[in-house]
Structures are given as structure tokens and as C-alpha cells.
């Protein structure tokens, strides 16, 4: 044996507090080395009941009351008790300080891996990746949150917890499409919203208020150019649209659908990196704890639980088998990093001929270039190698419910190389897995209806529930709610229609 | 630069308690009809435990728009074993979760049920809400006939009996050790002062006079503090705590004729789950017995009691005889608190219902803490009643009768049954 007893982090299975530090001591070294630019953290240890409760709210420490987190807690706490999954040993939240979750269940072996993927992989890639830093506030996001769980609270004792929960359950259908994916949100924070909150309040009610004038008019103003459209350019925020336009939203109700989009918008980035993030984190756990370990300061006997444990994380089950569920993140995420710092490092002439770029360039340079610059969509399109499909042993299948049977219609061979990837590459865009719907027109002269276009994608037809979320729709708007698809000659048809009985004005 | 390490197992538990009661709330009537189907399934000694309830995932998913099956799909998959491009495959391929499907369902839309557990207090509470008695169990069943009395601390106030001389006296030590102080600390000085002055002048200065008469005043002074005040006084405290009696047995008596249909039957449980809930209340030990009779009566267990189906004729006075043979047998010493409680349609062969009325007067209602009588019916009390009534008066407090139409009638009866006694 070469390594020293001596030159070990600390001994035994058992972590303690001191031991933590330690750990993390050696890991920030390490990651530091490898020049890992990661906001401060915070390590917080917690009980398997609090981590099905971190679970149920998504992660966050702070959040709105509402049953459904209820229901996610259930069902976690369930399928736990019941054995079929292991509680998820790490949760990390993009926030600075970025705070990291350690079970106290885990021994130190699995503690040092949650320090290493989430202390240093996950908070380097939230601090780097240009979504996060572009739509989220990394600083503001817990304040932003206790301020609406504040605000919801209030809410729920002024007008009753039934009212609260309708308009919350409604706000939730929307959630999906309730982000903007282009334009850039400003920073949340706690402070700036309680500011602006009172005068945002009176500003949007005069505002809407001006819309739904209805005093009558002399004929002579109506003209041509009031039979435009509104709104003048279709609308894929909805829940943007409903809290800016709705006609019967009090101001509480504005506030907290705006509450609702910003928080879903918060994580939309989070949906679009997933594979690029859990990859990274991957990938960055297993480099360092590997590095220390040829370093002398870890034993065989950590290693063997380190790995095992990693192993199983970034298992890809086969088409074939029962345990298949579609494409494991992890697994896809770590080969994607693994086979980019091969192709930089030790290139064979197919990469060389693939990615002329980045073979023999330098890996952290690379990598770093990567992580900022992608999301999975492009990242996938960009560094899927030829080699990597080989070792997935992907195809593709084309799914035509025109046609009688599925076409395999790519393998991982030479002619189809270009279709996988162009292929898995699509199936990480949200913009085609999330339908395509916006808001086309509001019936302003007549009977304020609102109307939905949805903008078919391959033809893929709504899912039966969309009924059921228009009718959330309707509540929020307040008036009838149509939705159109396009029929195959191409012209608009109804596809279904909510029809809204008048809510009781109430005057203030 | 060291690592901020929090430790936060002892935060807020069950942080999650108010998202699961909202839940439960908004879902209440999927949850109340599955909890009646758990009370179906469950033990009447099963009580102490939460239950596992699966509600319709359906019922609960949460919509959002997304993609339905149908138009035209392109999915990439792992593990190619067998395809070449341009291969045609039936759909789906590979099982439930081939490439024809894609991955798990996106709707939310699995038909699977939503199973979760139910805390016990979770369970009780809607268990109770189906009998129409929201709140009502802390505050009824709580009741408990015998108190101990145990010492707990002192007060200052009590009867003179109930002085306790030892802690009065400390006090009373701790006061004039208190009060006395300031006068102590300046006879002290002042003697020193008046030696001093003895030294250096002569005996008859008014200086030394002066002293002294300060020194016997405050000696005085000091004096007149009162060696025990009423402030001292300190009295035993006693409250009482309830002594819950250590054992109970219960007879559950059940008519199982073929007029006593699921319903009836299902009624009757809740009423002995009830009682079984009550008594638990009450004593730490609780045995039950199972009766059930047509023309002849058997002990049975819990199953057998209210699952069987065997009908005939009705003998009620059978199983009254068991009842009193049991009690000789097994449950005769003073240590047993004994329970009765019989559930019947009431219909009875007419002869037999005289003799039940004896029975119960001179071979059981000695023995036991309490009788009930429910009759489930909807209809006109039967015979059964009719003799039963007459014993209402002559054994008040210890046996009851009472009419059961409905589930819903369950907890009043219950509680009817039981006010005399422990009110």
C-alpha cells in the first residue's frame, strides 16, 4: 500500500461536523485547482423527513402553502417508506449562498459526494451557465420567496383560503406556459418588490380599467382602426397576459399570478439544462473525489462506496428493460462531459474530423466555454459525438400515427450519425415538447371572450386535461375562453370553448 | 476559509403539515369514501394505527397543456440490440415502456391510485366526521370517573392541613435573612465605630451616647421582624390526575339473522369501534369478546363476527347466556371493568324476549359497568324493545337503550348511551 494512513481526510464511516469541514476543505481545494468558479455554500444538514419536505416544495426552502405540495409529500413520503425509491441524497438550490442539503442518514462517504456534486458542480454551473445568470437572481430568490409566501398568507386570511387556493390551483395549470423565453426577466428581490408592489398595484388597475372602458361612443369614432387585433402581436406568456389584461382580477389577484410566472420562470432554466447540469455535477464529483483519492487522501474503502453509488446514478438502462423510463439525465449528461474531455485530451481522427475545434484543445478551457454558453437542446446538438451514440447504442423511431407501424429511421452507423443527434437534440427543446399556444385575440368590442391558438407541432394533438386548464383559464380571465387549432385544410377551427358565467361585479 | 455548516434537524418538523392538510382538506370526500371502505377492512382494535388510503389519481392530477398520443412523433432511445435503419416495428415495441410509448406519460394521466397514509389523529378525525361529530371526541371521551390525587408543588394559598411547616420555614429563614440584612450590615459598622470611639474618647462623650442609642434601636428594629409572616406560608399542593381503572373487557354482542343485511352490519361496527375508542380512553388493557347468535350463540373472532354469513332464526336470550358463562369464566374477579353491547334488528321469537329481560337483570347487569342496546331499524321497535324498556328504570346509569336508524345517528346514540354515567 502506498498511501498513508496518515495522509486520509478522516477516518471511519461516521461523519461529523468536523469531519464535513474537512472534507469540504479538501474538496473546494481541488475544485479550486481545476479552476471551478462557484458561488459561497452553505452545508445543511437535515433529516429524511425534511428532505421529503424540500422535496415536496420543489427544493425550496421557503414556499406558498398550497395542497398540491401537500400531495408531492405524500407521494414521496409513500414510495420512501414503502422502499421503492431512495430519497435523492443531495438537493441544492441556486441561490447565493448556494445551500446544499445533506441527509443525516448518509454516511461521510455520500456526504463528500453531495459536497462535490452540488457544493462545487451544480453551484459552479448556476454561477456560470448564461440561462441562470440571465433569468434568475441567485441572491433575491429566498427573499423573493418569503416575500410571496408573506403575500399569499395575507392573501388567504383577507379573502379565505378557498379563494386563494381556486386562483392558485388555476394560476398552476397555467405554469408551463407562464415564462417568457426570450425576453430577459429583471432580478427578483425582496426589497424592490415591496416597493413596487402598492404603485404597480394602482398603475395595472388603471390600466386595465382603461382597456374595458365601456361608455358608449359616438358612431363616429368607430373607425377602421379600431378592428385591430388585440393584443396586436399573439401572446405566449398567458399568465403575463392574464395579469396584465384580465378584466376582473382584483389587484391581489394580479399579485399573485405575477407570483406564480415569476417563480415558474425562475425555474424554467432548470428544465432547459437538466442534462448539462446533472452531467456537470456528475462529472465534477467523480473528477475530484477521484483526485484526492490519487492524492493519498481517501481510502479503498471509500472509493468502493463512492462508486457504487455513482455507478448506480449514471446507470442508462436499455429500451428493453423494466427499469426503462427514457434517457437518464445523468447518465447522458456525465458521458457528454467525459466524451468532451477525451476528444480534447486524446482525439482519434474521427473527432478530429467531427470536432476540429476543441480536439488537442485544452479541456477546462473548453469545458468552461461550454458550460456557459449552452443549453441541452444546443449542447447535445453541438458535442453528441459519433462515438457516444456507438457506446448508447441509440436509434431512432418515428412515431407516425398515420402509419400502421414505427419506423427506425436512424442507428448509430455513419448515415445516420447526423439525424441522432439532430434527433435527441429536439427532444430537449422545450419549445417543442411544451404546445405550442398563445393568445390571438380578445373580443374587446363585444363579449370580451378570449381566444387561444394552438399552433400544432407535427401534428401532435392536446392532450385531453388542456379541457380541464382552459377552464382554469376561464376563471382567471373571467369570461368565455375559446381555443383554435388548425384543421388540416389549414383553416382555424374551435376547438373548445369555456363558457363563463358572469361573475357578480362587486364595487369597491 | 471554512465551510458554514448548519444543522438543521431540530427546524421545524413537519414543515410540510399544513401543504398535507390542505391536501386532505381539498380532497375530503375522495378521502372519506375510501376511509369508510378502510373501516370495512379494519379491525375494531386497529384503531391506534393510521390507515393506508389510495384515492383516484385521476382525481388529483394537476393539468397543464401538453401533447396528447397521436400526430408525428420522433423519440431516440438507448440499447439498440436488433435495429437497422429503415426497419418497420409493430407499436408499442419492447413492453409498456418501449419506444412506441416515449417516456413515462407527461399528462400526469396514469390511472394508478394515489396511495398515502393517513396519521392516526388524521384517520379519527374523518373517521368521526363520517359519524357527523366533528370535535366532539376530545372533549367526550376525555371524561374519565376516577381521579388519584398526587402531590404537585407548593402554593401559597390552601387549607391549614395542607401547611407544609418545612418549605414555610425556609422561607420565612430566607425573608428575615432578607430584610434583616441592611440593619446587620449597619450594626456592624456602627460597632465598629463605637469601639473605635471607646478607644479614643472618654466614656461619657454624647458621641458614644449617640451611638449606642442607635445600636439598641436598630437591635430593636431588627427584632420586631416578624418571625413568620403570612407571606411565608407555603401549603401542599394536590391535583388531581386521572387514575384510568387498569383493565376492561367489552362484549360485543351481534344478532346475525339473516334480517341484519352489510349495512346493519356495518353500523354496528362503528358503534363498537366507538365504544372500543372510548374505553381505550379509560384503561390500559382491553380485551373484546365476540358474540354472535341466531338461534344458538357462538364466540367468534373479529372476522367470523361481522363477515359470516350464516342465517336462521333468532334466539337473542343464546348469546345473553354466553355472555354470562364467559364472565364466570374468565372475567369473574373485581380487577375487570366489564362492557356490554348488543346490536340487533330487534326481531325476536317472542317467548325468548321475556327471558332476555331476566337475563339481563339478574345474571349480567350486576356484573358489568354498563349495558347498551342499539337496535338498527328504521322501523317500529320490536319486541326486543318492548321488554328492554322495562328495565331502563330499575337499572338507570348502568343499562341504555337506544334506536339506530342511520350512520349518522351512530354518535348521538353513543353519546346518549354514555352521558348518564359520566356526566
Redesign the interface.
Known amino acids: 500500500m502506498t498511501k498513508k494512513r496518515s495522509r486520509l481526510i478522516a477516518e471511519g464511516s461516521e461523519w461529523t ?1 468536523e469531519n ?2 474537512l472534507y ?2 479538501e474538496i ?1 481545494r481541488v475544485a479550486r485547482e481545476f479552476g471551478l468558479d462557484c458561488y ?8 429524511a ?2 428532505m ?2 424540500a422535496y ?2 420543489i427544493g425550496m426552502p421557503v414556499y406558498y ?7 408531492h ?3 414521496t ?2 414510495r420512501y ?1 414503502r422502499g421503492q425509491m431512495g430519497l435523492a441524497y443531495e438537493i441544492v438550490i441556486n441561490s447565493d ?1 448556494c445551500i446544499a442539503y445533506l441527509m ?1 442518514e448518509n454516511t461521510l462517504t455520500m456526504q463528500a459526494l453531495v459536497i462535490a456534486h452540488a ?1 462545487y458542480g451544480h453551484n459552479s454551473f448556476f454561477k456560470g451557465n448564461h440561462l441562470f445568470k440571465q433569468w434568475t437572481s441567485a441572491d433575491a430568490i429566498i427573499d423573493y420567496l418569503v416575500f410571496a409566501r408573506h403575500y399569499i398568507a395575507e392573501c388567504e386570511e383577507r379573502h379565505g ?1 378557498d379563494a386563494v ?1 381556486h386562483l392558485l ?1 388555476a394560476c ?6 407562464g415564462v417568457d423565453r426570450y425576453k430577459r426577466s429583471p432580478p427578483l428581490s425582496l426589497e424592490k418588490e415591496k416597493v413596487r408592489q402598492r404603485e404597480r398595484e394602482a398603475y395595472l388597475q388603471a390600466q386595465v380599467n382603461d382597456l374595458w372602458r365601456t361608455l358608449p361612443r359616438h358612431d363616429a369614432t368607430v373607425s377602421a382602426a379600431e378592428e385591430r387585433r388585440f393584443p396586436e402581436e399573439p401572446e405566449e406568456n398567458l399568465l403575463y397576459f392574464v395579469e396584465k389584461n384580465a378584466p376582473l382580477l382584483e389587484p391581489w389577484q394580479r399579485e399573485i399570478v405575477r407570483i406564480v410566472r415569476k417563480i415558474s420562470q425562475y425555474f424554467y432554466p432548470q428544465r432547459q439544462t437538466q442534462v448539462m447540469n446533472e452531467g456537470w455535477a456528475c462529472f465534477w464529483h467523480y473528477t475530484l473525489l477521484n483526485t484526492l483519492y490519487d492524492e493519498g487522501k481517501l481510502n479503498e474503502g471509500f472509493m468502493l462506496e463512492f462508486l457504487q453509488s455513482h455507478t448506480n446514478v449514471v446507470y ?7 427499469w ?4 437518464n439525465p445523468y447518465a447522458l449528461g456525465f458521458a457528454l462531459w467525459r466524451d468532451i474531455r477525451r476528444i480534447c485530451e486524446t482525439p482519434t481522427d474521427e473527432d478530429r474530423q467531427w470536432f476540429p475545434e476543441i480536439a488537442d484543445s485544452d479541456w477546462r478551457e473548453t469545458f468552461d466555454f461550454a458550460m456557459r454558453n449552452f443549453k441541452d437542446e444546443s449542447f447535445i446538438a453541438q458535442y453528441l459525438s459519433p462515438r457516444l451514440m456507438r457506446e ?11 402509419k400502421a ?9 455513419e ?2 450519425y447526423r439525424a ?1 443527434r439532430r ?2 437534440a ?2 430537449y427543446n422545450l419549445g417543442s ?3 405550442n ?1 398563445q393568445v390571438w385575440n380578445v373580443d374587446l368590442r363585444g363579449d370580451r371572450s378570449l381566444t387561444l391558438r394552438h399552433f ?11 379541457l ?2 382552459l377552464e ?1 383559464l376561464s376563471t382567471l380571465w373571467g369570461f368565455n375562453v375559446r381555443l383554435e387549432h388548425q384543421n388540416p385544410a389549414g383553416e382555424w377551427t374551435l376547438l373548445a370553448e369555456r363558457k363563463t358565467e358572469r361573475r357578480k361585479h362587486t364595487d369597491p | ?9 431540530q ?1 421545524s ?4 403539515s ?10 375530503k370526500g375522495q378521502i372519506r369514501k375510501a376511509v369508510a371502505d378502510a373501516i370495512a377492512q379494519r379491525g375494531i382494535r386497529d384503531l391506534e394505527n393510521g390507515e393506508k388510503i389510495g384515492i383516484s389519481g385521476q382525481d ?22 436488433r ?9 408499442p ?3 409498456a ?4 410509448r ?3 406519460s ?4 396514469g390511472l394508478d391510485d ?4 393517513l396519521s392516526r389523529d388524521e384517520f379519527l378525525d374523518i373517521f368521526f366526521e363520517e359519524l357527523a361529530l366533528p370535535n366532539l371526541v376530545k372533549r367526550q371521551l376525555a371524561r374519565i370517573d376516577e381521579y388519584k390525587r398526587v402531590r404537585a408543588g407548593y402554593t401559597q394559598t390552601g387549607v391549614a392541613t395542607n401547611i407544609n411547616l418545612v418549605r414555610t420555614m425556609r422561607g420565612a429563614a430566607g425573608r428575615r435573612v432578607a430584610v434583616g440584612g441592611p440593619y446587620a450590615t449597619r450594626l456592624r459598622s456602627l460597632q465598629a465605630e463605637l469601639e473605635l470611639a471607646l478607644d479614643e474618647m472618654p466614656p461619657d462623650e454624647p458621641e458614644i451616647a449617640h451611638l449606642q442609642r442607635e445600636i439598641a434601636s436598630l437591635k430593636l428594629r431588627r427584632e420586631a421582624i416578624p418571625f413568620i409572616d403570612p407571606f411565608d406560608l407555603r401549603y401542599s399542593n394536590r391535583i388531581r390526575i386521572p387514575q384510568p381503572s387498569t383493565q376492561a373487557v367489552m362484549f360485543c354482542l351481534m344478532d346475525v339473522s339473516g334480517s341484519m343485511d352489510e349495512a346493519k352490519k356495518q353500523m354496528a361496527k362503528r358503534f363498537f369501534m366507538l365504544l372500543y375508542l372510548f374505553l381505550n380512553r379509560n384503561y390500559e388493557h382491553i380485551e373484546v369478546v365476540f358474540i354472535r347468535h341466531h338461534t344458538a350463540a357462538e364466540e367468534v373472532d373479529e372476522e367470523n363476527f361481522f363477515h359470516a354469513r350464516e342465517t336462521g332464526g333468532t334466539i337473542v336470550s343464546s348469546a345473553l347466556l354466553l355472555m354470562q358463562r364467559i364472565i364466570g369464566e374468565r372475567y369473574a374477579s373485581d380487577t375487570w371493568n366489564i362492557y356490554g353491547a348488543q346490536a340487533s334488528d330487534g326481531d325476536n321469537w317472542n317467548d325468548d324476549s321475556p327471558k332476555c329481560r331476566e337475563l339481563l337483570a339478574n345474571a349480567i347487569l350486576p356484573w358489568v359497568q354498563y349495558f347498551a342496546y342499539i337496535e338498527i331499524t328504521d322501523g317500529e321497535p320490536q319486541n326486543l324493545w318492548d321488554e328492554y324498556e322495562k328495565l331502563t328504570a330499575s337499572h338507570a346509569g348502568v343499562f341504555a337503550l337506544q334506536h339506530i336508524a342511520a350512520a349518522s345517528d351512530i354518535y348521538p346514540v353513543f353519546r346518549e348511551l354514555f352521558r348518564k354515567r359520566l356526566a
Open positions: 461536523l464535513l469541514a469540504d476543505a473546494g459561497r455554500h452553505q452545508l445543511e444538514i437535515i433529516t423527513e425534511q421529503m419536505d415536496a416544495a402553502h398550497h395542497w398540491s405540495f401537500g400531495k409529500f405524500l407521494e413520503e409513500n417508506k449562498p443525516e457544493g383560503v387556493e390551483d398552476h395549470a397555467l405554469g408551463n406556459l442508462q438502462p436499455p429500451y428493453n428493460s423494466p426503462y423510463s427514457g434517457i448508447f447504442r441509440l436509434f431512432a423511431v418515428l412515431d407516425d400515427d398515420a407501424m414505427l419506423k427506425v429511421d436512424a442507428i448509430h452507423d448515415p445516420g441522432l434527433n435527441l429536439e427532444q415538447s411544451d404546445p399556444i400544432a407541432h407535427q401534428r401532435r394533438p392536446l392532450s385531453p386535461a388542456s380541464v386548464v382554469h | 476559509m471554512t465551510v458554514r455548516i448548519v444543522d438543521r434537524r427546524d418538523r413537519n414543515k410540510s399544513i401543504n398535507r392538510s390542505r391536501f386532505i382538506r381539498r380532497y388529483i392530477s394537476e393539468p397543464q397543456f401538453h401533447h396528447g398520443q397521436g400526430g408525428v412523433r420522433q423519440s431516440v432511445h438507448p440499447g439498440n440490440d435495429f437497422q435503419s429503415g426497419d418497420e416495428v409493430e407499436r415495441l419492447g413492453g415502456s418501449g419506444p412506441g416515449g417516456q413515462a407527461p399528462d400526469g394521466e394515489f396511495v398515502f397514509t
